[in-house]
């Protein structure tokens, strides 16, 4: 269900050009109006939709064009930053006022206090009620070092929020979000009398939009409605443009065959008029005028065929432009021989046997990430695992991805390694990549590759928030893997519709 009808607040782009500093161009000539309401801003990783957002926001100026946005716009980036000794009240930015109330309460009588408080002579109770709608402890004093990261997440929108913006900008705003936090905030989206723009990964938030906005090599596209009506719109498109290709090509072969045939013609007609000549049946002027004249024709009609041959490669060549070379590539994943009733883990906690696909759910900090730390460091794993963390991180990000995989795994050869590593999407070139260079979802690749490329094969693989930071395309590909993984998985994902995906078998809740 689409998230509620919004008044205020409005986004319009007009003529809008950006580049990077190295020249590499994200937008050129870009326009749109974005509606009221929620919208959503999807498109592949790396394709510029955060680089959208700062520009709407003012963080980044455009080359040419304008971006005009009504009233107040507030940003809730995919990684909030706060110290970890910063209170709550801090983050929220009303320390000051909250700080100016009291000296006031106490008796204080000077004028920079009651200008710092101005309107806001109820912020500490406007603040204590957000914190309470998204499901936060309402303490305004909490450090920010004792929160998790998704009530990081959280805070951060609550203190967009208290500054009741006109625009409010999000990236990736379900991250780290458990179940009660991703309902919170699809409550406070529906409640907000602003305009909405948001990115997301998450197909739950994305059914709940108004708009749909693509953005795609440069340009973009509105579309009404939620994410699966857009996904319909493109594969029927798509399946027109891939049927126009087919028409084109068949017309194309046609079209050769037709100029190959006037061709056969051509040379019989010669040959038939050389030999009547040789044999004189005609008499040599007669037989010259028609030997001219059949040259001008021959002529014409070489040209009319070898013009239809180049329209209709125009025409292949037009409805190739029209279908896209973005479709999911398939990671190849090992597959581990796991007997159905073979002990995997055995704790008071968490069992699981053979190859299961179990999800570990429950609320931030409720220890999903502590009982799998446990169960590794217990020796409660009986057979060899591979584990993939929440936070990926390189020791070298310099590194190659090739440099990268030889480096945590010096008994495999160089062949060894380039031939893993085109399992996990890395063919050729790509595994030259400097690992600073790769986007969400290819460090995600990296670190799986990196997991699995052990001896023996793992037959249990561990997956800690694996769609943080991956776009939908992204995330589909990793579904595929997980389908095509017999081994056994033990997931934690706070994302319902992903743990529906790849077909978990048994749901633990902790805490």
Request: one cysteine or more; glycine letters at 8%.
């Amino acid at each position: 269900m689409a998230l509620s009808l919004h008044l205020s607040g409005s986004i319009t782009l007009s003529g809008v050009s950006f580049a990077w500093p190295d020249g590499t161009t994200v937008f050129d000539d870009l326009s749109m109006s974005v509606p009221p309401g929620v919208s959503s801003l999807v498109g592949a990783n790396g394709v510029g939709k955060t680089t959208l957002l700062q520009l709407i926001l003012g963080a980044l100026s455009p080359r040419t064009g304008s971006i005009s946005v009504s009233g107040e716009c507030a940003l809730v980036p995919q990684h909030p930053q706060a110290h970890v000794d910063d209170t709550v009240a801090d983050v929220l930015g009303i320390a000051p006022t909250r700080n100016a109330l009291r000296r006031i309460e106490s008796g204080s009588v000077q004028p920079d206090d009651y200008d710092t408080v101005g309107d806001d002579w109820d912020v500490e109770e406007r603040a204590l009620a957000q914190l309470s709608a998204l499901g936060l402890v309402a303490d305004l004093d909490r450090t920010v070092g004792t929160l998790s990261g998704g009530e990081s997440t959280m805070l951060a929108i609550a203190a967009r929020l208290l500054r009741r913006p006109d625009v409010l900008l999000l990236d990736e705003p379900t991250n780290n979000l458990d179940t009660d936090s991703r309902t919170a905030l699809f409550d406070a989206l529906g409640a907000f009398s602003g305009t909405v723009l948001l990115v997301s990964h998450d197909l739950e938030l994305l059914e709940r939009v108004d708009t749909t906005i693509e953005l795609y090599r440069g340009r973009v596209r509105l579309f009404g409605g939620p994410y699966t009506l857009y996904r319909e719109f493109l594969d029927t498109e798509q399946a027109a443009a891939e049927a126009a290709v087919a028409n084109a090509a068949g017309d194309l072969r046609a079209q050769k065959r037709d100029l190959a045939d006037a061709q056969i013609t051509l040379d019989r007609r010669a040959r038939t008029a050389a030999k009547a000549e040789r044999e004189k049946r005609v008499p040599k002027i007669v037989a010259h005028g028609r030997r001219n004249a059949a040259q001008v024709s021959a002529g014409k009609y070489r040209t009319s065929h070898r013009e239809d041959v180049a329209a209709a490669a125009g025409r292949l060549e037009a409805a190739r432009a029209d279908v896209r070379d973005d479709r999911t590539a398939r990671i190849s994943m090992p597959e581990p021989d796991l007997a159905t009733h073979a002990q995997v883990i055995a704790d008071d906690r968490l069992r699981i046997d053979g190859p299961e696909r179990v999800a570990l759910v429950g609320a931030n900090g409720s220890g999903k990430t502590t009982l799998i730390t446990d169960l590794i460091a217990g020796d409660r794993i009986l057979v060899p695992y591979a584990l993939v963390p929440q936070r990926i991180a390189f020791v070298e990000s310099s590194r190659t991805v090739a440099q990268n995989l030889s480096a945590t795994h010096p008994d495999a050869t160089a062949q060894q390694v380039r031939a893993h590593l085109a399992r996990f999407l890395f063919r050729g070139n790509a595994g030259d990549r400097a690992l600073a260079e790769l986007s969400g979802g290819e460090r995600l690749r990296v670190a799986l590759a990196s997991a699995l490329l052990t001896d023996p094969t793992p037959k249990l693989l561990i997956l800690d928030e694996p769609t943080n930071n991956l776009d939908i395309d992204t995330t589909e590909e990793l579904v595929s893997a997980l389908r095509d993984w017999t081994g056994a998985l033990l997931l934690v994902s706070h994302d319902p519709g992903f743990r529906d995906r790849v077909g978990i078998d048994r749901t633990v809740r902790i805490g």
